[in-house]
């Protein structure tokens, strides 16, 4: 388990399956992934990396977008106690509490599965859905709330 506490990582470091990332209360990351997608973790947030392109929130707020342009190989997908979220878009948010998982889109789609992938529901682009613990994804619903971060912003006042 890696455990970053006021570390920056440089250029070449990397995280293998197991490597799990906790942020404090004032503490942010972004990452970038092998299949060309960039991970920002908010204060209070953590996640493990499962296996290649299976990433577990198990807490907090995570947004991402693609980098790259070409179609993946792979879909990447990200777990939730709550649910599983397969990546069809390019820029996306999750927020995991211990109560439920809202997953807010901003450009492309996603795919959202209950936990055991019997039910899911896509949302578009402008739209959000909401998982309770233990439920089924709602149905989308418009979402004009949100504001797209800064990717070329540095972390913490670099």
Do not use: N, Q
């Not at 991970?39 to 929130?57: G, N, Q, R, Y």
Request: hydrophobic letters at 35%; proline letters at 6%; charged letters at 30%.
């Amino acid at each position: 388990i890696c455990k970053f506490v006021d570390l920056y990582g440089s250029d070449g470091d990397y995280l293998v399956p197991g490597d799990k990332i906790e942020t404090g209360a004032d503490g942010k990351i972004d990452l970038v992934m092998k299949d060309g997608h960039k991970i920002h973790l908010e204060p209070h947030s953590t996640m493990t990396f499962e296996k290649d392109a299976v990433t577990l929130l198990d807490e907090g707020f995570l947004a991402a977008r693609r980098l790259a342009l070409e179609k993946l190989a792979k879909k990447f997908e990200v777990r939730t106690p709550s649910c599983a979220i397969a990546v069809r878009g390019t820029e996306y948010s999750i927020r995991s509490a211990p109560e439920g998982t809202t997953i807010e889109v901003h450009e492309g789609s996603v795919e959202v599965w209950d936990p055991k992938k019997t039910t899911s529901a896509v949302v578009e682009a402008g739209f959000k859905v909401y998982v309770p613990k233990d439920g089924l994804p709602g149905t989308p619903e418009k979402d004009d709330t949100w504001k797209s971060l800064d990717w070329d912003a540095p972390i913490a006042g670099e």
